[in-house]
């Protein structure tokens, strides 16, 4: 699991870094690489919380299970405000 958010969070500088050398360089697709960089950035503790969840949840902790997803409603709830906040 460790191993997985290392990798992410290493691809995610990778995309920021390409993204800002492509902004530099005045190149379009500069934003679609950026927020790429910054949507994996926001999803690798999102992702480590279900991880947790799910190990809980075979281990039949409930409690723990329980705090979980409490953490993860923390992560998702203003995301989700965030996103339904702009106009369609």
């Given at each position: 699991?460790?191993r997985?958010?290392?990798?992410?969070t290493w691809v995610?500088?990778?995309?920021l870094a390409?993204?800002l050398?492509?902004?530099?360089a005045?190149a379009?697709?500069a934003?679609r690489?950026?927020?790429?960089?910054?949507?994996?950035?926001?999803a690798?503790?999102?992702?480590?919380?279900l991880?947790?969840l799910?190990?809980?949840v075979?281990?039949?902790?409930w409690?723990?299970a329980?705090?979980?997803?409490v953490?993860l409603?923390?992560?998702v709830?203003?995301?989700?405000v965030?996103l339904?906040?702009f106009p369609r």
């Amino acid at each position: 699991m460790e191993r997985a958010l290392r990798i992410a969070t290493w691809v995610s500088a990778g995309l920021l870094a390409a993204g800002l050398l492509l902004w530099l360089a005045g190149a379009p697709q500069a934003t679609r690489m950026l927020h790429a960089g910054l949507w994996l950035l926001i999803a690798t503790p999102i992702v480590r919380v279900l991880m947790a969840l799910t190990g809980y949840v075979k281990d039949r902790d409930w409690v723990f299970a329980l705090l979980t997803l409490v953490v993860l409603g923390c992560l998702v709830v203003p995301i989700t405000v965030f996103l339904a906040s702009f106009p369609r």
